[in-house]
C-alpha cells in the first residue's frame, strides 16, 4: 500500500484480556516504531526495529508489552492482560533506509479501550 | 531523559496573521535532527519540516519556517499567513543520528480564529 496501515483502527476489550495490533509500514522502509499517545498527551516511545538490528524495547512500560517484527514487513504489538491505563492510540511509523533525519510516515493508529 | 519543552499547550491566533510555536530541547549530542509534526482533530501525524543539527541555514517549507537556534537550544516553528486549516495539535521532536527514534514534546493546540 501507498501509507503506513494499521488494524485494528479500533478495539475494545475488558481489563484482564489480551490484545493484539498490527502495522504493515511502507514497502522498502527498514525501520518501524511503535508509540502510545494518551489522551490528550503527546506521543510516547514505546519500540524501535531497524533491519536486522536487535529492537530497541527501552519504551515498552512493562513486560506485558511486547512486539515482533517478521523481517522488514509487518509488525505486531501485544498487550497481555490488559490494564485500564492501557487504554490509548497505539501509532505505527515507519521511515525509509537510514540516510540521517529521516522522517517519520505515521499510520493513522488503533484506539485501545480496555473497559 | 533528554527532554523536548514546549511551554505553550494551547494559542489562539487570527487567520492571516503568523504564528510562532516555541519548542526547546535538551541534547548532549552533537549531531541531531529537530521534527515539527501536526496532528489534527482526525488523528494522523503529518510531517512539516526537518532540521539538521549541521544545517547551516534555517529549514523552509511553503508556509513554514524553523527558527533554529543552536546555542540556545531551540527550534521553533512559524508559521506565515496561517489558515483555518491550521488549526491542529503541534509537536516538535529530536532525533539523535545513529539512532532515529523521535522524542516527542507535549505539544501545543493552534486554533485558527476566522
Known amino acids: 500500500g501507498a501509507g503506513v496501515s494499521q488494524s485494528p483502527s479500533n478495539k475494545v476489550t475488558e481489563k484482564g484480556k489480551d490484545v493484539e495490533l498490527r502495522c504493515d509500514p511502507i514497502?522498502?522502509?527498514?525501520?518501524l516504531y511503535w508509540y502510545r499517545q494518551r489522551l490528550g498527551q503527546g506521543l510516547e516511545f514505546l519500540i524501535y526495529?531497524?533491519?536486522?538490528?536487535?529492537?530497541?524495547k527501552s519504551g515498552l512500560p512493562s513486560d506485558r508489552f511486547s512486539a515482533e517484527r517478521t523481517g522488514e514487513s509487518v509488525s505486531t504489538l501485544t498487550i497481555q492482560r490488559t490494564q485500564q491505563e492501557d487504554s490509548a492510540v497505539y501509532l505505527c511509523?515507519?521511515?525509509?533506509?537510514?540516510?540521517?533525519?529521516?522522517?517519520?510516515?505515521f499510520g493513522s493508529g488503533t484506539q485501545l479501550s480496555v473497559l | 531523559a533528554q527532554k523536548i519543552t514546549q511551554t505553550q499547550p494551547g494559542m489562539f491566533v487570527q487567520e492571516k496573521e503568523a504564528v510562532t510555536l516555541d519548542c526547546t530541547y535538551d541534547t548532549s549530542d552533537p549531531s541531531y535532527g529537530l521534527f515539527w509534526y501536526k496532528q489534527p482533530s482526525s488523528g494522523e501525524m503529518i510531517f512539516l519540516i526537518y532540521?539538521?543539527?549541521?544545517?547551516?541555514q534555517n529549514a523552509t517549507e511553503g508556509r513554514y519556517s524553523l527558527n533554529f537556534q543552536k546555542a540556545r537550544k531551540s527550534a521553533n516553528l512559524v508559521i506565515s499567513a496561517s489558515q483555518l486549516g491550521d488549526s491542529a495539535m503541534y509537536f516538535c521532536a529530536r532525533s539523535n543520528f545513529g539512532n532515529e527514534k523521535l522524542t516527542f514534546g507535549t505539544g501545543t493546540r493552534l486554533t485558527i480564529i476566522p
Open positions: 526495529f531497524q533491519g536486522n538490528s536487535a529492537p530497541d
Open positions: 532540521q539538521g543539527s549541521y544545517d547551516q
Open positions: 514497502s522498502g522502509h527498514t525501520a
Open positions: 511509523a515507519s521511515s525509509p533506509p537510514r540516510q540521517g533525519g529521516e522522517k517519520l510516515f
